[in-house]
């Protein structure tokens, strides 16, 4: 769809390449499969996301806690990137963490501590939903691939008494909460604040679409129509925050269809020997679409093509 999305989007190629350059990223998954070949430079690789992001965790809460004074750009626990992103990988780390808990025989004690690291810095640390909602998704999946439904009920369970406790003795939380019920009431009262932006986005994009609901407007088209469309409104987007709402816009109803079908793909024809982490993968970036233009994002979408990469490519080294 995005091929073909090129040859009726105005402004043609240029349009294409120069608005919706970041789906070119997607090329690097053909080479970096190659890159990725054997289970032992697949682990390493994870092992170094997982590292990365305890170094940028053990930062977060030095940071949080005022034990060391650091010249950041960001606050609330993020080190390296935003609020948003920085929950996004934690929690993918503390999945992965889990996940070798369960799985690997090897290094089971320091898999753990890691995954109660990250965990605690999603709940007392870090402001970011975004992580909250992964690790929650997540961790649903992971009980029911470990136990299937009798996993799955029990991770609801703890989800659920968690989340209880957490509300009353996580004053990051607390304030989590108490942000989310301002911005419930600012929105009725119609303020001009991050939630009110994103519901007026989704309106103006959903009025979009329907003038072009079958193939939409081509490939890197969002940003070009919304100016032409929107010209009204005080502030011009080229991101709705939504992939979903984004493809319906740039590609219509086929172009969703077809990014629900690759998503489904993963889940159903998922690699034969990282069928778990293959459907992880998909199942946190079908939800994490709800929310954000993940495919679009720069951080989220290098994360999602060496995530493809990793979980597609051979277990046994081919000639390279």
Request: net charge positive; proline share 3%.
């Amino acid at each position: 769809m995005w091929i073909l999305g090129i040859f009726y989007v105005p402004g043609g190629f240029h349009t294409a390449f120069h608005e919706d350059h970041q789906m070119l990223r997607f090329i690097y998954v053909p080479v970096l499969l190659w890159l990725a070949q054997g289970a032992r430079t697949q682990y390493l690789v994870g092992c170094a996301f997982v590292g990365i992001m305890a170094l940028s965790v053990v930062l977060g809460v030095v940071q949080h806690y005022g034990l060391l004074d650091l010249p950041l750009r960001y606050s609330s626990g993020s080190i390296f990137k935003n609020h948003i992103a920085t929950s996004f990988f934690v929690s993918i780390a503390a999945y992965l963490s889990a996940y070798h808990y369960i799985r690997v025989s090897q290094y089971r004690k320091q898999a753990l501590g890691l995954t109660a690291l990250f965990v605690f810095f999603l709940l007392f640390v870090c402001m970011g939903r975004t992580g909250l909602v992964t690790l929650i998704t997540l961790f649903l999946l992971l009980g029911w691939q470990y136990k299937r439904f009798k996993g799955f009920f029990a991770a609801v369970c703890v989800v659920a008494v968690v989340t209880g406790a957490m509300s009353v003795l996580s004053e990051t939380l607390k304030e989590r909460w108490q942000f989310l019920g301002n911005q419930t009431s600012a929105v009725q009262q119609k303020e001009d604040i991050s939630i009110q932006l994103r519901k007026e986005f989704a309106v103006e994009s959903w009025n979009i679409f329907k003038q072009k609901p079958l193939l939409g407007y081509g490939t890197g088209s969002f940003g070009i129509v919304y100016k032409e469309q929107v010209q009204d409104k005080p502030i011009i987007t080229d991101d709705p925050h939504q992939e979903y709402l984004r493809f319906m816009v740039e590609h219509g109803v086929l172009g969703l269809l077809a990014l629900f079908a690759f998503f489904a793909l993963q889940w159903f024809r998922p690699h034969p020997e990282k069928r778990e982490l293959c459907q992880a993968l998909a199942l946190v970036y079908a939800v994490g679409c709800m929310g954000n233009s993940m495919l679009m994002n720069f951080s989220e979408s290098h994360l999602y093509i060496l995530g493809l990469a990793l979980c597609y490519a051979p277990m046994r080294e081919l000639n390279k």
